[in-house]
């Protein structure tokens, strides 16, 4: 009698606790000249240009910096720099702007065309 009460409370106990929060939505990123694509979400990291291979890596785990956050892959770092727009009289909002830097090839680092 006394094992299925405890039984019954333990998992009246594990009923209660929280749930997990749900996985972050992805980040996407666009860049012009040259164009190119990010996309990070809780699986993948892809990087994709109309002139070459996609790069796709394991998501790293993601560094929190002072800027804003980093990716360190194998093939690809991904730094997003989080920065305040204005125009001299009011805030605008907040800006970000993608760094990249490949293992292969030339490393560039382009304003993003992503907003909060």
């Known amino acids: 009698m006394k094992l299925s009460t405890v039984l019954a409370l ?3 106990a594990g009923a209660c606790a929280p749930l997990p929060p749900p996985p ?5 990123a666009i860049g012009t000249e040259p164009f190119w694509n990010l996309l990070i979400d809780e699986h993948n990291l892809t990087f994709t240009r109309p ?3 996609p790069i796709l890596q394991p998501t790293p785990q993601v560094i929190h910096g002072i800027a ?3 990716y360190q892959s194998p093939r690809i770092n ?3 720099v989080q920065h305040r727009e204005g125009d001299g009289l009011r805030f605008l909002g907040t800006a970000r702007t993608v760094q990249l830097l490949r293992s ?3 490393p560039f680092r382009k304003p993003a065309s992503e907003r909060s």
């Open 51 to 53: 002139d070459a291979q």
């Open 10 to 12: 333990v998992a009246l």
């Open 24 to 28: 972050p939505p992805p980040y996407h």
């Open 78 to 80: 991904v730094n997003i």
């Open 104 to 106: 292969l090839g030339m």
């Open 68 to 70: 804003g956050e980093i």
